[in-house]
């Protein structure tokens, strides 16, 4: 442990929050530079350091540090980004598996006008049984997905699966991607 590490951990004997400050003070900067080199997102690398510095704080990890607080900062901050990526990986990949109801039905708003509706009624006649009685479910009776699964007897993936084949061929509808192409 550096002369430095050890005259701070001896400050955190007399005075937790002087140390404590310190602590940010030195190494803030640098750690929220390397978890900008994993995030490539200023904002989001300091929340990242600044969550670190509050578990350090909150849960008093300061006193269990045995190694240089630099290395020891350097890790924590190493693997919070590597835990932040993951869960941005995940959340991404769940968001582009169900359609966000409220996206989709910003999306369908154009149903006011009546040449408008009548395109799309018949694009959604055109749909396969089941992907229309979700898409009608979910989207026009504003069901949840579990009500709409147990109206159909089925699961709720099968809901979002229909759901999703349903959007699918809806924006590769020709006649109404002619229209609204048209009437841009």
Known sequence: MKKEDSEIKSLFESDEEKAFKLIFDRYYSNLSTIAFLYIHD????EEVVQQLFIKLWE???????????????????RNA?????????????????????ETTTQSLDFLMNDEKRLVFEKAISELPKQCRKAIELVYFSNRSYKEAA????????SIKTHLKTALRKLRGNK???????EKR
Do not use: D, M, W
Request: proline share 2%; charged share 25%.
């Open 42 to 45: 200023i904002t989001e690398a």
């Open 175 to 181: 006649e109404l991607n002619q229209y609204f192409q």
């Open 59 to 77: 849960g008093k990890h300061y006193k269990n540090i045995n190694s240089s607080l630099n290395s020891y900062l350097n890790t924590g901050v």
């Open 81 to 101: 980004c590597l835990n932040y990526l993951e869960k941005r990986k995940t959340e991404r990949n769940r968001l582009l598996k169900i359609p966000e109801q």
């Open 150 to 157: 147990e109206n159909l007897n089925v699961s709720i993936n």
